[in-house]
């Protein structure tokens, strides 16, 4: 496996590299803290073509591979978690599934405008009774001969504020279960879909995370995305897309942090010297730096398998397990090194373990990849 990008490749990440320490890195702090969504750096990142590196140029993309995408959101993340997650959300859960499961027609519609970063996606799977159990979905869309008429809700879904088009999913045949569901795509001013409560988050506070609300809404009957009633399956496969950037995102997280962990305890000295000569302090940053590594690996082989068109359920899963636990585990220990001032909101260190925290959470928890990877193996045959 090459682990070197194409000269043209690495001029995008380097790209993004170089917004990013300019316009992303010195206000993270501050939307973190009014808890503001990031809006001006996602407009300038979709004129620079990021909101659509990986769809093809016909449809306003710029056609660049998936490990290339993938690298851009975990350098991202390095700077601002929360504009990472916006960026991967809207790429791999909104468009994902209108390039590959939309017809031609609602791409031209739907996905154009999201890949050239005219317009937000945002992608609505969860529900309060259904968040790993997603079979136990209550929104329903009932035909009504000539559109569908969709009522129930979604929580926890990231962008909905900022939204202009969004993929749902909901029940079509209610007995059969995971296999009754459908996708849908519709914008934000359709009749009878609203906005409800703006989430207040531990950490990613800049991200928009809303919930979703139909009232009799209708969807005219070509809004329907992909098959009926396989809606469940379309979500499946979209996560395992997703769960690469979400472990994209984690690497971001914890190499920020060793990096400004770094610097820190080369300067703090204690006890006649800096604390970084304590060979407590090197085992750490050298434990920890190599789990970090071990997580790139991991997201660059799921990233290679993904683009290779290769079986790939697995080591997305593996990836994200493995990153975000390291993210987790990697930030509370720099934390840890830098004391009680790590703990003020003075210094990122606090920031860089409330946004790590998530990542073991969505696009499915660290228990639902085991699960995945346990499947993998055959050990529920």
């Given at each position: ?7 043209e490749?690495?001029?995008i990440?380097?790209m993004v590299?170089d917004f990013c320490?300019?316009e992303?890195q010195p206000i ?5 803290e009014e808890?503001?969504f990031?809006a001006?750096?996602i407009?300038k990142?979709?004129?620079?073509g990021?909101m659509?590196?990986t769809?093809p ?6 056609g660049v591979?998936?490990?290339?995408y993938?690298?851009t959101?975990?350098e991202i993340?390095r ?7 916006t ?8 468009c994902?599934?209108i390039?590959?499961?939309g017809t ?5 519609r739907?996905?154009?405008p999201l890949?050239?970063g005219e317009k937000?996606?945002a992608f ?13 979905q209550?929104s329903r869309a009932?035909?009504?001969g000539?559109h569908?008429?969709?009522?129930g809700?979604?929580i926890?879904?990231t962008?909905a504020g900022?939204?202009d088009t969004?993929v ?5 045949d209610k ?6 569901l459908?996708?849908?795509v519709?914008d934000k001013?359709?009749p009878?879909f609203s ?7 531990m950490g990613?506070r800049?991200?928009?995370?809303c919930?979703l ?7 005219p009957k070509?809004n ?7 809606g469940y399956?379309?979500?499946l496969?979209?996560f395992d897309?997703g769960?690469i950037?979400?472990?994209?995102q984690?690497?971001g997280?914890?190499e920020?942090a060793?990096?400004?962990c770094?610097?820190y305890?080369m300067?703090?000295?204690?006890f ?12 750490q ?5 190599t789990r ?5 690996l991991?997201i660059?082989?799921?990233a290679?398998a ?8 697995h080591l997305?899963a593996?990836a994200?397990?493995?990153a975000?636990e390291t993210?987790?585990d990697?930030?509370?220990?720099c934390l840890q ?7 003020m ?25 085991r ?7 055959g050990?529920n045959?």
């Open positions: 496996m090459d682990f070197k990008h194409p000269p490749d690495q001029d990440i380097d590299r320490l300019k992303v993270a702090a501050q939307l973190d808890e503001r990031p001006e750096s407009k990142l979709g004129e620079m990021i659509g590196l769809f140029e016909k449809y306003g993309g710029s591979s998936y490990v290339t993938i690298a959101v975990a993340a700077h601002c978690a929360s504009t990472s997650i960026v991967s959300a809207h790429s791999s859960l909104c994902g599934p390039y590959y499961y031609e027609e609602q791409r031209e739907y996905l154009v890949v050239k937000l996606g609505g799977f969860t529900e309060p009774s259904a968040g790993t159990d997603g079979a136990n209550k009932e035909d009504k000539d569908w008429l969709i009522n809700s979604k926890f879904i962008n900022y939204a969004f749902i999913t909901a029940v079509t007995e059969k279960g995971h296999r009754g459908s996708m849908f519709f001013d359709t009878g906005l409800g409560a703006k989430e207040k988050k990613i800049a991200s928009s995370t919930e609300l139909f009232e009799d809404m209708i969807v070509e329907l995305l992909g098959e009926l009633n396989r399956y379309q979500a496969s979209t897309s769960r950037g979400i472990g994209a984690a690497l997280i914890a920020s060793i990096e400004e770094t610097k305890v300067q703090r000295v204690q006649g010297q800096p604390i970084g000569h304590f060979q407590n302090t090197q085992f940053l050298a434990d920890m730096t970090v590594e071990a997580a790139r991991l660059c082989r799921a290679q993904r683009q290779d068109k290769e079986p790939f359920s997305a593996q994200k397990l493995f975000s993210a987790t990697v930030t509370r220990r090194l830098v004391g009680g001032y790590g703990y909101r003075e210094y990122p260190f606090e920031r860089f373990m409330r946004d790590a925290k998530i990542t073991e959470i969505y696009e499915g928890t660290s228990e639902v990849q699960m995945v990877i346990a499947n993998y193996m050990l045959k």
